[in-house]
Each structure stands twice: as structure tokens, then as C-alpha cells.
Nanobody, 113 residues
Framework: QVRLVESGGGLVPPGGSLRLSCAASGFAFSNYGMNWYRQAPGKEREMVAS???????YYGDSVKGRFTISRDNAKNTLYLQMASLKPEDTAVYYC???????WGQGTQVTVSS
């Protein structure tokens, strides 16, 4: 079955960096666009970055220039490199294959001094 395991979250001070990973299994990873979403307390889940099969990129306005999405198809893994983190980046981060409703358990990112 489809499995998505996000990792790499944690507590980081403002201005810090983190790299999130999403280990995927149970489907043909290289055949799917992949997306990162986040959900902050009391807010709706939002897409922050997307990487299509062909390499087309999308970033939400709030993360442009600070976050970088990438993938390693040989490892069936999606990444999100986050830099210059702000307190408003605090959220649970999830990955999702495009066109599906599969979600992992998420990884908590907390940006605080």
C-alpha cells in the first residue's frame, strides 16, 4: 500500500534552516508530481511547493526564495530545504503525490527563539 513518511522537522530559531524528507513507497514515485503542504494551528492546509514529473516547480508566495523542493527518484524520496525560517513557518508539514489523496503523518516544524 501507499506509504509516505515525513521526517526532519524540529525546533529551530528564526533565521535557521531545516531539510525535510518524505520517503515514499507503494507506488511508482517517479511517475508522479509531488507536493509539500503545511498546516498551522487553526489554519487550513496549504500547498507550499510542488515539483512535477517534468521538473516544473511551484512555490507559494510566502516561501519563494527561501524553500527549495527536490526529489531523488532512485531513493523514492522528496525533499524540502527550508532556509531563513520565520515564526510563521511553524506548522506540520506533509507530502502528497499529485492527483491523489494519500497523506503521511506529517512532521512538525517549530520556528521559535
Amino acid at each position: 500500500q501507499v506509504r509516505l513518511v515525513e521526517s526532519g522537522g524540529g525546533l529551530v530559531p528564526p533565521g535557521g534552516s531545516l531539510r525535510l524528507s518524505c520517503a515514499a513507497s507503494g507506488f511508482a514515485f517517479s511517475n508522479y508530481g509531488m507536493n509539500w503542504y503545511r498546516q498551522a494551528p487553526g489554519k487550513e492546509r496549504e500547498m507550499v511547493a510542488s515539483l512535477s514529473r517534468s521538473g516544473k516547480l511551484y512555490y507559494g508566495d510566502s516561501v519563494k526564495g527561501r524553500f527549495t523542493i527536490s526529489r531523488d527518484n532512485a531513493k523514492n524520496t522528496l525533499y524540502l530545504q527550508m532556509a531563513s525560517l520565520k515564526p510563521e513557518d511553524t506548522a506540520v508539514y506533509y507530502c502528497r503525490p499529485s492527483g491523489t489523496m494519500y497523506w503521511g503523518q506529517g512532521t512538525q516544524v517549530t520556528v521559535s527563539s
